[in-house]
């Protein structure tokens, strides 16, 4: 019992800088992981958006704690017409880093692509409260909300929409 009071201090010690060392984010992508970053974007401006994402969860794989690589797979998977798992991703993104612009603003431009417009508002309004409306981020997410979700069909266009009898 003499030893209780020092026990628990040094167990509350030990608990503190094992959580703090495990919150800790490494700003640089290990280099093998930074590697296959380089040939995911530059397969993506390509075109090859399959193999992008295979290099990009190359990538994770070596590095798992490196964020980024889920707004690259979440931009590529975007391209690839997968806003659901580009949603998917930038959550993930956002769980690791909830102050995250591009992810904010990356996952309301998803939103609005798959027509959830009230969604992506509040992605804006977050956005407009954590960096102002003047941001990069929320210029992009205001211009995709203005411009409305894309035509899925043909027949959701004005011009190609069958005439009354």
Known sequence: ?????????????????????????????DPRAASL????????????TQGAIDAYEAALTVDPGYTPIFLSLANAARRDGLQGKAIRYYREALTRDPGNFAAISGEGAALVEKGALEKAKRNLSRLESLCGSNCPETLALQT???????ARLAADTAEDAPTSN
């Open 1 to 29: 019992m003499r030893f209780a009071p020092a026990a628990a201090a040094l167990s509350l010690f030990l608990a503190t800088t094992a959580s703090v060392g495990i919150a800790q984010n490494d700003s640089a992508a």
């Open 37 to 48: 970053i380089a040939q995911g974007d530059a397969l993506l401006n390509a075109g090859d």
């Open 144 to 150: 995709k909300i203005n411009a409305g979700p894309p």
